[in-house]
């Protein structure tokens, strides 16, 4: 029993990181949530008694996401800075999904906002340890925003991306890391 509770609460987190993405933030009520994802509003309630808490599980969702990118991101074999790269194309993880629902809400949840600062500061302090230098990691991690925005823009063009993100990797972070970035 307690797996379907947990997987009625992710389907229901999930719906609501859609409504937030397509939508925004004012639709996404509980009534609005509840019909995404096929069930009663009395049903959403029993998960999340209150939107409040419906906000707080994917603040709590966002920030294990976090961690568990920040993990990856240390054991990766090319390093912090060129994972980030390779992964800042739109949507590819369920990280990219929370954290696009979650600047949805930063506007009129301030722990979704703080939670984001908090996430990008622990980026930037990652890729800051791998490149040894604040001003390369920060323009590694506008770079990649860039990236994310153009896939938004223009999601055909992937082998171009991969193509400036190997000059990047090559040209930027090579020369401030000990690992290979290409």
């Known amino acids: 029993m307690a797996r379907h509770v947990d997987n009625a609460?992710?389907?229901v987190l999930d719906g609501f990181e859609d409504l937030l993405i397509s939508n925004g933030d004012a639709p996404a009520t509980l009534t609005?949530?509840?019909a995404r994802v096929g069930l009663t509003k009395g049903g959403l309630l029993y998960h999340f008694p209150s939107k409040a808490a419906l906000v707080a599980a994917l603040v709590e969702r966002f920030e294990e996401r976090t961690r568990d990118d920040l993990a990856s991101m240390a054991e990766a074999p090319e390093g912090p800075a060129a994972n980030y790269l390779r992964i800042s194309d739109y949507l590819s993880t369920p990280l990219h999904r929370t954290t696009l629902a979650m600047s949805q809400l930063s506007n009129s949840e301030p722990a979704a906002a703080e939670a984001l600062t908090?996430?990008?500061r622990a980026e930037l302090a990652a890729i800051t340890a791998d490149v040894g230098d604040p001003?390369?990691?920060r323009l590694t991690m506008l770079f990649a925003d860039g990236l994310c925005?153009?896939?938004i823009t223009t999601p055909d063009d992937v082998s171009e991306q991969a193509?400036?993100?190997?000059?990047f990797s090559t040209h930027v972070l090579a020369p401030h890391t000990r690992r290979?970035?290409?």
């Open 9 to 11: 609460r992710e389907r």
């Open 32 to 34: 609005g949530v509840a």
């Open 180 to 182: 290979p970035t290409g």
């Open 163 to 167: 193509a400036v993100i190997d000059w």
């Open 118 to 120: 908090r996430s990008r």
């Open 135 to 137: 001003v390369v990691a």
């Open 149 to 151: 925005f153009q896939a």
